[in-house]
């Protein structure tokens, strides 16, 4: 009896999304389906981000950079190229509060369960800010995102990483499961 | 107004240290060379006491035009209660008093007053009036602080 309740109910959540075509929220883990679990920082420092760039420019009235041509972006987790970006750097502040990436942004990452993600985009919109205690941060990818895990790809516009909660949000999107083969039609997601 | 005059007095301030010294540390320097020149840009009233900008440098050479060939540049930024902002370093520069501008092709640094950005390029463009500074070649950064990778912890 139980099995059936459960079935039916996941069978109408479905249903629901389907016809609301409502934004996906799904774990970082994205082929475990393992709880989603915030990634603390590591106890020890962690040597600063590297940016390499053709040329920047620096507002110093505003506090902003801008960064032009071979942009590579490293830290140990992350490894990112673009065209362009730009950086707000507050005075004073422990965190960056915006930064922009555009054309041709390709990023990858590693976290820190080993899992490597790949995503394109032609832009990438950072943005962290407190608001009353609650941390809001996000990674917004615009211009046919497409993110590429171990075992799955997943096309979807725009794509939004809620970095508060840890999980992406896709907007109508489809995944290709590696599992089944890449020359296997791009199935629907839900 | 007062801004413009600020700068027009700080591009008259180091004109004049070709002929005299402009600050205390300065010392008497025979015309046409100063060495240990320092001259200040001051925030608009009513905190036209605090000084906005400080370029340095350790010694000063006239070129033709007006413009200065300087060694040591030193530039530093100010925020209201004193704290520096930006530090910008290169060995050598011409610097132009009478548009506020300093440029060089060769190397610079630029690092915040807190020590968690710091920048460096080589060849560079530095406009006084803006405070903007362009770098022209090689640029690598260093921000210890997150967010840079939009993704990384």
């Known amino acids: ?190 | 107004m007062k801004f413009k005059a600020a700068i027009f007095y700080s591009a008259i301030g180091a004109a004049i240290f070709l002929f005299a010294s402009v600050n205390d540390r300065a010392q008497q320097l025979p015309v046409g060379h100063a060495t240990d020149f320092t001259s200040n840009q001051y925030f608009e009233p009513p905190n036209g006491q605090q000084v906005k900008m400080r370029l340095s440098g350790a010694e000063a050479l006239p070129l033709p035009g007006g413009s200065l060939d300087v060694r040591q540049l030193r530039v530093e930024t100010f925020s209201l209660d004193g704290k520096a902002e930006v530090i910008v370093r290169a060995p050598q520069c011409n610097y132009s008093p009478f548009d506020g501008m300093a440029n060089s092709a060769g190397h610079m640094e630029l690092q915040t007053g807190d020590g968690k950005v710091h920048v460096e390029g080589d060849g560079f463009l530095w406009r006084q009036t803006s405070s903007s500074l362009t770098i022209s070649n090689h640029v690598h950064t260093l921000i210890d602080m997150p967010g840079a990778t939009m993704i990384g912890s």
């Open chain 1, 1 to 190: 009896m139980k099995k059936i309740i459960f079935i039916l109910t996941v069978s109408v959540c479905g249903a629901v999304m389907a016809e609301t075509n409502m934004q996906l929220s799904l774990p970082l883990t994205l082929h475990t389906n393992a709880p989603v679990a915030k990634v603390k920082a590591p106890a020890k420092p962690k040597p600063p981000t590297e940016i390499d760039s053709d040329t920047a420019d620096f507002d110093l009235n505003i506090h902003q950079a801008i960064y032009r041509g071979h942009v590579l972006v490293v830290d140990q987790q992350v490894r990112m190229t673009c065209a362009w970006m730009l950086v707000d750097l507050p005075t004073g502040g422990q965190h960056l509060s915006h930064v922009v990436a555009t054309t041709n942004v390709v990023v990858d990452f590693t976290n820190e369960q080993g899992e490597k993600y790949h995503v394109t985009a032609k832009k990438a919109v950072y943005d962290y800010k407190v608001v009353n205690t609650v941390t809001n941060e996000t990674v917004t990818f615009v211009g046919n995102p497409i993110v590429e895990t171990t075992n799955s790809t997943i096309y979807s516009e725009p794509m939004v990483w809620d970095r508060a909660s840890n999980r992406f949000h896709f907007n109508e999107p489809r995944m290709i499961s590696k599992d089944t083969g890449t020359n296997s039609p791009s199935q629907k997601l839900f």
